[in-house]
């Protein structure tokens, strides 16, 4: 049995470490060449259209749950929505350049494809409710404070700091001619040691517990009891006070799946898992109130229920396999590249190794 495990772990493994190679590096370009300056400008209008675009363009940022709390209020304090805010704070964490790459390993093109798309309708749904809700406090235009951000680092994700980048950057060399260099620098630094280390341990429970799911779970009892409504209700209800970031959740989601829970059970769960904690639930009814947390909770658990019912009846009309999906990747990816992808991964995820390797990162 201990085999089997370690086999489901290590293949796992193999078969995520280039996608996730390959997801940090546009992580860290992202984080470089994105100013946040920017980004505000671009998150702001109220209705529909402002909320769409906030949740679009979180999507793909590298940020986890407790790093997207102070973006998102710096945004509110700033002048933007509530609902684009609301929106930009679910859309961000949910899903990212990282964790999408590393859904296509493990959980194949289509699953992908749904998460990413229910990450985005869950930002936009939630934040149309949360924009119906009355202000009962003015938002400060001053950046946020020191507790707002202990308050988002409670979880105790962002382990390097909640922005995502504690190191300060430098703006000046980034303006001069070497201001790509020192950009490029301070994105790979980010990718490869801020987030990295904010993932590594999350990853490696995700690996533990999908190969504990395969190997000691029968298929017949998950597939009997891991599906319809109440499954579904009973795992966004559990999801939206616990925090798990988007790229850990893949393995434990694709254990689900080979053990036999429905497609749209384990989307529910790679939907509300990522996209909120208790960090998140606190800072919103101090800056939003109480009505605004009530419509948060109601969007994301009704919203993510609905789209995993939706998608287990698209499988269920197409016919689809989604089994045979899971690490179709692999096919793409040579053996050799996968072992040189997890021997780098492992290398910079051990903080000495990583000091040696990239001591002007470090």
Do not use: H
């Not at 979180?58 to 945004?75: F, K, M, N």
């Not at 229910?118 to 930002?123: E, F, P, Q």
């Not at 990522?274 to 947390?293: C, F, H, K």
Request: a neutral charge; hydrophobic letters at 50%.
């Amino acid at each position: 049995m201990g085999m089997i495990i370690l086999n489901t772990i290590m293949d796992l493994a193999l078969t995520a470490a280039p996608w996730l190679l390959l997801g940090l590096l546009i992580a860290g370009l992202i984080k470089g060449f994105l100013s946040e300056a920017r980004m505000k400008s671009w998150v702001g209008g109220e209705g529909f259209k402002g909320i769409s675009r906030a949740a679009v363009i979180g999507a793909p940022l590298p940020l986890c749950s407790c790093g997207a709390i102070p973006t998102g209020l710096a945004l509110y304090r700033g002048g933007a929505g509530r609902g684009p805010s609301t929106a930009f704070m679910i859309g961000t964490p949910g899903i990212g350049v990282d964790s999408l790459a590393i859904s296509y390993a493990l959980l194949g093109p289509f699953m992908m494809v749904a998460r990413a798309a229910g990450a985005v309708t869950t930002a936009v749904t939630t934040g149309l409710l949360v924009n119906l809700s009355r202000p009962t406090v003015t938002p400060s235009p001053e950046s946020p404070d020191s507790s707002a951000t202990e308050d988002s680092c409670s979880s105790g994700c962002c382990n390097t700091g909640c922005d995502g980048d504690p190191k300060p950057e430098p703006q000046a060399a980034a303006a001069g001619v070497a201001g790509w260099r020192v950009r490029l620098a301070s994105g790979m630094r980010y990718a490869f040691s801020d987030l990295l280390d904010d993932i590594s341990t999350w990853i490696l429970a995700g690996l533990i517990l999908a190969g504990a799911l395969v190997a000691l779970v029968p298929p017949e009892s998950l597939s009997q009891w891991g599906s319809g409504p109440l499954a579904m209700l009973v795992m966004a209800l559990i999801g939206v006070p616990l925090y798990i970031c988007a790229t850990a959740a893949t393995p434990v989601a694709a254990g689900m799946l080979m053990a036999g829970v429905s497609p749209g059970t384990a989307l529910v769960f790679l939907l509300a898992g990522p996209i909120t904690s208790m960090a998140t639930l606190g800072v919103l009814r101090r800056e939003m109130g109480n009505q605004a947390l009530a419509l948060y909770m109601t969007g994301i658990v009704t919203t993510t229920i609905a789209l995993g019912l939706t998608l287990d009846l698209i499988v269920k009309a197409s016919g689809l396999d989604l089994v045979q999906q899971l690490g179709a990747a692999r096919e793409l990816t040579p053996m050799w590249l996968e072992i040189t992808a997890l021997v780098i991964l492992l290398a910079v995820a051990i903080r000495p190794v990583r000091r040696v390797l990239m001591p002007r990162w470090s």
